[in-house]
């Protein structure tokens, strides 16, 4: 029997992966929910996965709040690996590390302006469906919002041993070395008030922000439980 996996990268239960799934899967904050999110904004039994003709489908049980597949609000959507689903303030990105790999692999250009595309960031295996950077309702905070806000970012902690100073620059360089790949082929048009990104590099962006919610949710509870 095929089993559903969703990865959380926003809300609450940032960082959790839900594997092996059986169908169908209600997705809610009540308790009798295949997949259970701490989420006020979720309705109590929110929406619900199921197959059919070999197709995963997504419908929305009539929230409250609506339910969005990368970005655009839906009633009933085919998923794909790798799709973006947002309810309440979550996001969850469908499928598992290695069947958004393989649908990345497959979409992936085989060149851009010419040139053969390189270069992968450890970890890169997660997939994406729009060509725009649409985050839905996950956060009521804009990107300019936070390019006022953030001037001064939080501090690094002081007196880290020596172990524990080259690990945090390793995990630095890694999330950087995925931005920095993710940008290198963005276009802008011509008066720079607009910017588009490729799938590509949009799943590099994604694929980082999912090592930051990993790397979050193990800062604040070590020995927390990964799945469901």
């Given amino acids: ?36 999110l701490n989420d006020e904004r979720v309705s109590r039994f929110h929406a619900k996965v199921q197959q059919e003709d070999g197709d995963v489908i997504l419908t929305d049980l009539e929230s409250t709040n609506g339910t969005r597949v990368n970005g655009s609000p839906i009633q009933i959507r085919r998923l794909r690996p790798g799709d973006q689903v947002n309810v309440g303030r979550s996001m969850l990105v469908f499928g598992t590390m290695e069947e958004i790999a393989a649908r990345k692999t497959a979409e992936r250009p085989a060149a851009v302006d010419g040139g053969t595309v390189s270069g992968t960031v450890p970890g890169d295996d997660l997939g994406f469906d729009l060509h725009t950077l649409s985050p839905g309702n996950s956060s009521d905070r804009t990107a300019s919002d936070f390019a006022r806000s953030e001037t001064d970012p939080p501090p690094l902690p002081q007196k880290l041993s020596t172990s ?46 999912m090592f930051l919610a990993r790397y979050m949710r193990a800062v604040a509870d070590p020995n927390h439980e990964a799945d469901r």
């Fill in 164 to 209: 524990q100073s080259a690990r945090l620059a390793e995990i630095f360089d890694f999330l950087h070395r995925g931005l920095a790949l993710a940008a290198e082929n963005i276009q802008a048009n011509e008066d720079g008030s607009e910017v588009q990104l490729a799938f590509a590099e949009w799943q590099t962006i994604q694929a980082t922000q």
């Fill in 1 to 36: 029997m095929r089993t559903l996996t969703f990865q959380i990268i926003e809300g609450v239960d940032k960082g959790r992966i839900c594997r092996d799934l059986p169908i169908p899967v209600t997705i809610g904050r009540e308790e009798g929910n295949l997949l259970r």
